[in-house]
């Protein structure tokens, strides 16, 4: 049996007596190893860079950039990399801000050992599995030549973007709001691949009126060997718009050979063809959910007014600061929303959720279930009503979301 791998640590703090005293307490762990030492976020950012650690204890009060800003960065450049901030204050809001910045823990200064050990090796076990899980990945894209018959270089074509929707709970209209978010953010500069990821019972492809030829199930057999010509062979292209279409298989038994990690790989290819990748997912977290939930660079969650999808809605909110996923890179959408039922508003769901609610759409289903039936995405000939102004606007926050991001890189 092999012996487990050291969990290599990164101290920052601006005080040296503290750096000092935390490193003598892992001294005498054998599967801890310290690797490096920070006086300050900036500083902490840039050893990050060089050492490559799976954990750092990140001081939370430093005078040139605090720890919550240093936690953001780090985690921006170095997703495996997993934080565990250390503050003399346990306030909740703290905490609260820490998590949703990517950190992993929280534990108030001085830590107990016990607590301070755990803490660690529970991170480090995370970090290990994430750059294992990124190791794999870019094994498979190498062995495929980035994507070409005759194994030579894919160049990428698009530094595209995971837009995951995904509503807790069912009959939320997460299919409609995916199908006509691609169309409003289509153009022939930034194409948009929409996957269906509700692989046993998906019905993405007829919300575009188009019949499934091949599908996910076939993509999924070559998902180490993936190319750009077998993908556009693959993949269905709406006729009035030019979105692409990854639908789901035409019968649920063929989605069971479909796993989580092949899905993942499948998403990660796609970035290289398409500015947007939107992926349409089951209200369920299975493999192929939580795998559209862990490459998504942006989470569109739905939500409607009734109490059980806002209470599925915060539960789903918990689960992801737990997990560590940025709070910052989910937009909050209110679906159907209807003017007389006064018990969730778009501004009391901003307050349960602690979220921006970045867009409403309006309850019609005049409008909404023919253009279903029809299989036409109702903003393409209702481009000026409220519900489609709805999706401008989820299509709008993507957009600065993503360009927001993007500068927060260049600036750090």
């Known amino acids: 049996m092999s012996e487990p791998q050291k969990i290599n640590v990164l101290i920052v703090d601006d005080i040296a007596e503290t750096r000092e005293n935390i490193r003598k307490l892992l001294q005498f762990e054998a599967n801890i190893e310290v690797i490096g ?37 780090i985690r921006s450049k170095m997703p495996g990399v997993q934080i565990v901030i250390l503050s003399v204050q346990s306030d909740p809001n703290y905490m609260r801000k820490a998590m949703l910045a990517g950190a992993r823990d929280f534990l108030t200064k001085p830590p107990d050992l016990d607590e301070l050990i755990s803490a660690i090796k529970r991170a480090g076990e995370m970090a290990q599995q994430e750059k294992r899980k990124a190791a794999q990945t870019m094994a498979a894209v190498q062995a495929s030549g980035m994507g070409t018959a005759s194994g030579g270089y894919f160049p990428p074509r698009h530094n595209g973007k995971v837009i995951t929707v995904f509503g807790p709970k069912g009959g939320i209209g997460t299919t409609s709001i995916t199908a006509n978010l691609a169309v409003a953010l ?13 692989v046993q019972f998906g019905d993405l492809s007829f919300f575009f009126n188009e019949q499934i030829k091949n599908n996910l199930s076939d993509v999924a057999t070559r998902a180490d060997e993936l190319d750009p010509e077998f993908i556009e062979d693959v993949l269905l292209k709406h006729k009035d718009t030019g979105v692409r279409i990854l639908a789901a298989p035409p019968r649920p038994e063929q989605a069971e050979p479909v796993s989580g990690e092949q899905f993942s790989k499948i998403l990660l290819f796609l970035k290289r063809m398409f500015a947007y990748v939107i992926v349409d997912t089951a209200s369920t977290l299975d493999e192929i959910t939580q795998a559209a939930i862990d490459e998504a660079d942006l989470i569109s969650l739905i939500t409607t007014q009734d109490i059980p999808s806002v209470k599925n809605v915060r539960l789903f909110l918990d689960l992801l600061t737990a997990l560590g996923f940025p709070t910052n890179k989910v937009l909050l959408v209110l679906n159907m ?6 018990t969730v508003t778009p501004e009391r769901l901003a307050d349960i959720s602690k979220l921006e609610v970045v867009a409403v759409l309006p309850f019609d289903d005049r409008l909404v279930i023919p253009a279903m039936d029809r299989g036409v995405p109702f903003i393409i000939n209702n481009r000026t009503h409220p519900i489609s102004k709805g999706i401008y606007d989820l299509a709008g926050s993507i957009k600065a979301r993503i360009a927001a991001f993007e500068k927060e890189l260049e600036e750090a």
């Open 186 to 198: 289509h153009t022939e500069e930034a194409p948009v691949v929409v996957v269906d990821g509700r």
């Open 337 to 342: 929303y209807d003017k007389r039922r006064t």
């Open 37 to 73: 030492v920070a006086r300050s976020g900036t500083e902490a950012i840039r050893v990050s860079g060089e050492t490559n650690p799976d954990v750092v204890l990140m001081d939370i009060n430093m005078p040139d950039m605090d720890g919550i800003t240093a936690t953001e960065r």
